[in-house]
């Protein structure tokens, strides 16, 4: 799996690299050929027209689907085709389009799965009989299992404290019964006690009101602050303007610009993108697959 | 546990135990009691229709018995709880008659799971567990207080063996089977007794019960080249088969088990079980009085319908029933014993039955060969198959 | 070798057949992706009434394919009004079993109308055969093919091309949508299941003049059969159904032809595995289609689960284990004893289905694999009998585990219906591997329950065995729900892409729980297996897996204390009610439908 390719600088740099890209279905490329390079600490937004690729993108890059063509690499390593819950415990962590979040499970289980791929203590890697460990660990819970279990719970709060008021009074409480913002809210919180090198963030404010994009970008802007790499699908461009490093602009597949928020804006390429299409076209974002 | 639930289990509770002291209260000094019988089997459920036809046997015997003046004066009666032939419910039902103090016998179930695994129950107990459709070899050794009036396999194939073999003359056979156990203990008799006679069985093929589609079973067979097709079965899967036979172009002769034996092979399989040979215990033409008697009270108790064979066996059992509670009293031990005083009970089945104390059944069984024609049973005149 | 055209004949007759049940079920599936269980049983009641029509009405073919139709249409049309339309908005699963509930209801009133004694059903075409190979056919094997390939190229057309087809269809892609573009979504799915049905109903009467016999078991197999068929060609894909079960004729004869006839049904069900594991959407699609994301709002059995404080539980279990020492009958011991049974097989079933999301309909499997087990071990290794069915346990989890796992790939329905398939497998394997399990003899002698060398004969001693290995068990249970693996489990049931997405790889965390339930199934199989002393393939079936599940719903799914209520409710009360026996399953079908309507979490609620 390790692959010596760290050449230069700026490969060292480089914690996700997409080259060529691809992904049909039947006669539609839905990802054509994509490249992009994110360095660590750099905020990207991608955005496009709808049915211009970026979740299908998105879920090439988390596993969800396999590529026809190119290649995924993560801190210079290949993960091209791993299955998402082994690129969870490589420290990629995702939010979803229309927020995906475990409605019977109360708040605090949601964050605490976002922290499974992090449990050691009853998670022995032993091959074969590791899941058989686990089981049994699960039913006896020694000290260190439980330890680990209370110091999990703790993160988990100081997590949700994030947020204020609006998930702590809640943490009992099963999501399905929680408001839409405060749903998209635990998904980060999810996300975020994965403890991710690099987060994935699908159109984090769709549906959200003024207020409630507000607060979401302080969020972002803070988490961006402490150094995480994060790579958001974002509609609203003020917000994409005022986070951004770099932006990439997708349409029908392939990458028509990239640079920063000025250069974009004014690409003559992205504002016939925007404005200059016509009404029927396949809509490849519709189709999230999951594997 | 909730509100809910706890009231309801304890009224359960409740209501069971109630129900259980009003059994226990009842004595049989009152002669004015009928003395009863538990009988376990279907009512509901895949085997119901078996369960219907018990009744019929049942009630007719017990309307013959009643005209004689019933058991010492006192009638003769039976409660009848549904099983569905689920060993679960057997299970349940022989707690429930061990503790009823009115219930000298059980008689029951139809399957032999749900037959066996009621057994241990029945001999811890000390009721007599009083078998009559149940046909697994090993029923009766769940201890001495099973009996079985049904007839072994050991006997009734070797009769179908002489019939196909040695009266119709086939040498090669092909043999259908039910994949039960029933079916599975009588190919086995079957086979040896036929080889014992000098035929080769060139083809078994085992079915499950739900079977409707024979067409590819009966070509595997037609390419084994028998001269013959035997038949292990019951009548509905029998009429399907033989109806088939005809249509993938077989024209084989067909002989059959008695259990193939009822009016409804002859509404099912029309035309084409013209000519199908059976042996049977139980023939309505058979000139013995016992069975005349029993043919024509069943006529008349039940619209012109005419008796099929798990009438007989019904209407059999519950007569030996009554002859054993004759002599043994209302004591549930005293019952087992009677079963190996009884003799020569009169039966449609055996003629006169008498039990082998060794095996706890009854050797033996009537012999009548029948055939089909013109939508008729007829005993067969001898006449070769062509 | 003219055998084999034959055999090719003869498994396009049958497949024929299934076609006719394959279409309706494709239909329905393909408006409402949803298995239709109870085409069976309008089947069933085509069947009937063509009966009652032929036999005793007289009418001529015409007038009785009219009336069977209209018939069987209008039980449709009620079946989706009143059965299936209140659901629309309720949890995923809901329709599947309110189907189920529908077919119990609907046979067991045409059982209880008719008598259960297969009857005959005359054809009324003329009797001329017509050779074909070695062997003949008839008008009727022309009239069943003329009407499954006609109903299939009409349908199809009438998908394609007219105006309410293509309102199917946009109903079946995406409800919402439809209905926002002036679709009138009740009309829709009324008219398609009054097609299905009547199609269904034809069929079973065509069917029942084929065979010249009509019988209530004619249900259940014709549904299997014909789901068999469906999920081969594709569901929802009506040529797809009518080739499919052409597919499945061929593939049975076939196998017949090389096997023997006890195989048959092994081959049909092994095929509708292996077509799910490497081809979900039938032969004949191409890509592998995605399910559509939820919308934020809707998920499944949102519910409050009755809280039970620690004292209530206690003071339940305190009487419980007094109750032996009161006078009470044994009677109403061992109605008890199989409650706790069937209590622990239903535990491992509310982990299965409630728990982790995998509604498992061939649980009784399980129950199989732990009896002969232990069963073998005690009466062939001598093996002592609490040994023996521990061991049963363990096999259970382990090779129980290993034969379901193709179904761990699979979603939703597929679920059910691979599980479904997979026990009716292990049935069959059970019954022709002779040489191991005596085959259809059974295994008898089984030696009684005894724990270090102390038989437990007396009632009270086995009710108290069985109270403490299920209370055991029990918290067992509680204890694993606790844990992470408890919220594993339920994140993977409410949403197996976010739970992959966080490191739960789907594969071992259903095989775990599978592994603990298979345990507590097959403890509950093996100490079956002691107590009654003799089993056989049947001893545990399908029937049963289906009670198991309406327990577990009626206690709540994923709710362990529910499980043993729900076990006492449904195993005690008919015992208790023994005077309503002939009704009993009608009942079961009753309540689980007024449960999956009015009460869907149950009545302690899910967790």
């Known amino acids: 799996m390790a692959e010596p390719t760290k050449a230069t600088d700026a490969d060292a740099l480089s914690l996700l690299s997409l080259r060529g890209l691809t992904r049909r279905f039947g006669g539609l490329t839905a990802v054509d050929g994509i490249d992009l390079e994110l360095n660590r600490g750099e905020l990207v937004s991608i955005i496009g027209p709808n049915g211009a690729g970026k979740t299908t993108l998105f879920n090439l890059v988390t596993g969800l689907d396999r590529p026809d063509a190119g290649e995924v ?150 988490l961006k602050a402490e150094g995480l790499t994060i790579l958001p699908i974002e509609h609203k461009l003020d917000m994409v303007m005022r986070l951004s490093d770099r932006v990439v602009v997708m349409d029908d597949g392939k990458k028509i610009a990239e640079g920063s928020g000025e250069d974009v804006r004014n690409d003559a390429g992205v504002i016939e993108a925007y404005l200059g299409h016509g009404l029927s076209r396949p809509q490849a974002d519709d189709r999230e697959t999951a594997a | 546990m909730s509100n809910v639930s706890r009231r309801t289990l304890v009224k359960a509770s409740l209501a069971s135990i109630v129900v259980g002291a009003a059994m226990s209260r009842a004595t049989f000094a009152q002669s004015s009691e009928p003395i009863l019988l538990g009988v376990s089997g279907p009512l509901t459920g895949p085997n119901a229709q078996y369960g219907a036809q018990w009744k019929q046997g049942f009630d007719l015997a017990l309307d013959e018995i009643r005209a004689a003046g019933g058991i010492n004066g006192r009638k003769l009666a039976y409660t009848f709880e549904d099983s569905q032939s689920d060993p679960r419910q057997s299970v349940a039902i022989a707690q429930k008659f061990v503790s009823d103090p009115r219930i000298v016998m059980e008689l029951g179930d139809f399957s032999s799971p749900a037959s066996m695994a009621a057994s241990p129950i029945y001999q811890r107990a000390g009721l007599v567990q009083f078998g009559f459709t149940n046909s697994h070899p090993d029923f009766t050794k769940g201890g001495d207080f099973m009996w079985s009036t049904s007839v072994s396999q050991a006997d009734e194939q070797p009769l179908l063996a002489s019939y196909a073999v040695s009266h119709l003359g086939l040498k090669r056979l092909a043999v259908l089977h039910l994949n039960s156990d029933w079916g599975r203990t009588s190919r086995d008799y079957f086979v040896n007794a036929a080889k014992e006679l000098g035929a080769e069985t060139v083809i078994t093929e085992g079915y499950i019960p739900d079977e409707r589609d024979f067409r590819s079973t009966l070509v595997r067979v037609r390419d084994a080249n028998p001269d013959g097709l035997i038949l292990i079965s019951y009548y509905s899967d029998g009429a399907l088969i033989a109806r088939q036979a005809r249509q993938v172009g077989l024209k084989q002769t067909i002989c059959a088990s008695s259990s193939v034996y009822s009016p409804k092979f002859l509404e099912l399989g029309g035309e084409a079980v013209e000519n199908v040979h059976l042996g049977t215990r139980y023939f309505p033409d058979d000139p013995r009085p016992e069975v005349q008697k029993f043919v024509a009270g069943f006529k008349a108790k039940f619209n012109g319908q005419e008796p099929d064979a798990f009438n007989a066996y019904s209407y059999d059992a519950m007569n030996v029933a009554a002859a054993v509670v004759k002599i043994g009293g209302t004591d549930r031990r005293a019952i087992r014993d009677a079963f190996s005083k009884v003799r020569d009970v009169s039966t449609v089945i055996f003629g006169p039955a008498t039990f082998d104390v060794a095996t706890r059944r009854v050797k033996g069984g009537m012999n009548a060969e029948l055939v089909v024609r013109k939508g008729q049973f007829v005993l067969w005149d001898g006449k070769q198959p062509t | 070798m003219s055998s084999w055209l034959d055999y090719t004949i003869n498994g396009l007759i049958v497949g024929n057949v299934y076609a006719l049940v394959a279409v309706g079920l494709a239909l329905i599936f393909g408006v409402s992706r949803l298995i239709n269980f109870a085409q069976g049983s309008i089947y069933l009641v085509g069947a009937y009434v063509g009966w009652v029509a032929v036999v005793r009405l007289q009418t001529p073919l015409v007038i009785t394919i009219v009336l069977v139709a209209g018939v069987s249409a209008l039980i449709g049309l009620l079946i989706e009004r009143f059965g299936l339309r209140p659901l629309q908005n309720s949890v995923r699963i809901a329709p599947l079993l309110a189907t189920i509930g529908i077919s119990f209801v609907l046979d067991q009133i ?48 009438f998908l394609r091309y007219s105006k309410l087809g293509w309102a199917v269809r946009a109903t079946a892609q995406d409800r919402d949508a439809a209905m926002q573009m002036g679709v009138d979504v009740n009309r829709v799915n009324q008219a398609v299941f009054g097609i299905a049905a009547a199609l269904g109903g034809v069929s079973g009467m065509l069917v029942g003049m084929y065979y010249n016999q009509i019988d209530t078991a004619m249900s259940l197999q014709a549904t299997l059969k014909g789901v068999v068929a469906e999920v081969v060609g594709g569901a929802g894909n009506v040529p797809g159904a009518v080739i499919g079960s052409l597919l499945l004729g061929l593939v049975e004869s076939y196998g017949i032809a090389i096997f023997g006839t006890s195989y048959r049904n092994l081959f049909s069900f092994v095929l509708l595995v292996a077509v799910l594991v490497f081809r979900p959407n039938g032969l004949f699609a191409s890509a592998k289609r995605a399910p559509p994301e939820p919308l934020t709002g809707t998920f499944i059995a949102p519910s409050r689960p009755v809280h039970l404080p620690l004292w209530a539980l206690l003071l339940a279990f305190t009487a419980l284990a007094l109750l032996p020492l009161l006078p009470v009958s044994s009677y109403v011991l061992q109605t008890l004893i199989n409650a706790w049974l069937f209590a622990m097989l239903a535990l491992s079933l509310t982990l299965v289905a409630g728990t982790s999301g995998q509604v498992s309909l061939g649980h009784a499997a399980l129950l199989a694999i732990g009896a002969y087990t232990s069963a073998l071990l005690s009466l062939d290794l001598a093996v002592p009998v609490g040994l023996a069915i521990l061991c049963g346990g363990l096999m259970s989890a382990a090779l129980g585990t290993l034969l379901i796992s193709p179904s761990f790939r699979l979603r939703g329905h597929y679920v059910s219906i691979a599980t479904l398939a997979i026990g009716e497998i292990i049935s069959l394997i059970i019954l022709n591997w002779e040489t191991v399990t005596r085959g259809p003899i059974g295994i008898s002698g089984i030696p009684p329950l005894s724990l270090f060398g102390h038989e437990l004969v007396d009632t009270p001693q086995i009710y108290w065995f069985t109270l403490l290995v299920m209370v055991v068990l029990a918290l067992l249970q509680m204890r694993l729900l606790g844990s992470h693996l408890g919220r594993g489990f339920r994140a993977i049931r409410d949403d197996d892409v976010a739970a992959r997405a966080y490191g739960l790889s789907l594969n071992r965390y259903k095989a775990l729980a599978f592994i603990f339930g298979g345990f507590a199934a097959g403890v509950s199989g093996g100490i079956a297996a002691h107590l009654y002393s003799y089993i056989n393939h049947e001893t545990f079936n399908t029937q049963q897996s289906i009670l198991a599940l309406t327990i577990v719903i009626l206690g709540g799914l994923g709710n362990v204390a529910g499980a043993i209520v729900g076990s006492v409710a449904l195993v005690g009360l008919p015992e208790v009610f023994r005077i309503a026996a002939e009704y009993r399953i009608l009942i079961y079908g009753i309540v689980l439908l007024l449960l999956v309507r009015f009460r869907p979490q149950g009545l302690l609620g899910t967790i």
């Not at chain 1, 962590?93 to 009853?122: E, K, P, W, Y």
């Not at chain 1, 403890?195 to 972002?220: H, I, S, Y």
């Not at chain 3, 297969?118 to 008008?139: E, V």
Request: proline share 8%.
């Open chain 1, 73 to 222: 690499r993560l801190d210079g390593h290949r993960i091209t085709g791993f299955a998402p819950e082994k690129l969870a415990g490589q420290g990629i962590a995702r939010t979803f389009q229309l927020g995906r979040v475990f409605g019977n499970l109360s708040v605090m289980d949601n964050v605490l799965i976002g922290a499974h791929a992090r449990l050691r203590a009853v998670q022995p890697a032993v091959p074969l009989i590791g899941p058989l460990l686990e089981l049994g660990l699960a039913l006896w819970r020694p000290a260190a299992v439980n330890a680990e279990e209370e110091r999990l719970r703790e993160e988990a709060r100081g997590i949700l404290a994030r947020f204020g008021e609006r998930l702590l009074p809640r943490l009992d409480q099963p999501a399905y019964s929680l408001s839409y913002a405060n749903r998209r809210r635990v998904e980060i919180a999810r996300a975020l006690a994965l403890k991710p090198r690099l987060l994935l963030l699908d159109e984090p404010t769709a549906g959200m009101n003024p207020t409630e994009t507000t607060e979401m970008q302080a969020l972002v802007a803070e």
């Open chain 3, 110 to 157: 045409v059982m209880l109308t008719f008598s259960p004694n297969p009857r005959a059903l005359p054809s009324q075409l003329p009797d001329i055969r017509f050779q074909i190979g070695a062997g003949t056919i008839g008008p009727l094997d022309i009239l069943i093919a003329g009407i499954g390939l006609a109903s299939a190229v009409l349908l199809f057309v």
